[in-house]
């Protein structure tokens, strides 16, 4: 039996929840389809007014062996929050442990550049 798309993204979303749970990342809002793409969106502990949401593509057509991901960083409250594209990449389908250290080193970054993004945030708010 074929394995589904979104059965296949399994191993890379529970990678990237191990990773982000490191630096105090919770999941709170699980892995679906939304907008043609699946997502999987998690909230740090310490400040709820920064989440990261990982973007995962089909492929385009059936001879492809890769998806597109983005990691989007949301930086402020539901009234004022703002959307920003931090990476985007390809992510091998079947995932395989040999992938899981260029997929950690795209998340590490994409969070220091979401701690910049608060950090302007909070010296915006004071200023």
Not at 51 to 61: D, K
Request: glycine share 6%.
């Amino acid at each position: 039996m074929e394995m589904s798309f979104a059965d296949s993204l399994g191993p890379v979303c529970a990678m990237a929840q191990a990773a982000l749970e490191k630096d105090e990342f919770v999941l709170t809002s699980p892995f679906a389809e939304r907008h043609g793409a699946y997502q999987v969106r998690f909230c740090r502990r310490k400040d709820p007014a920064a989440s990261v949401c990982l973007c995962l593509a089909p492929p385009r057509n059936d001879a492809d062996i890769c998806v597109e991901a983005e990691i989007w960083l949301v930086v402020g409250s539901a009234g004022g929050a703002e959307r920003h594209l931090a990476r985007s990449f390809s992510i091998p389908i079947p995932f395989r442990a040999e992938h899981e250290e260029a997929l950690k080193l795209e998340i590490s970054r994409s969070l220091a550049t979401l701690k910049a993004l608060v950090g302007l945030a909070a010296t915006c708010a004071a200023g």
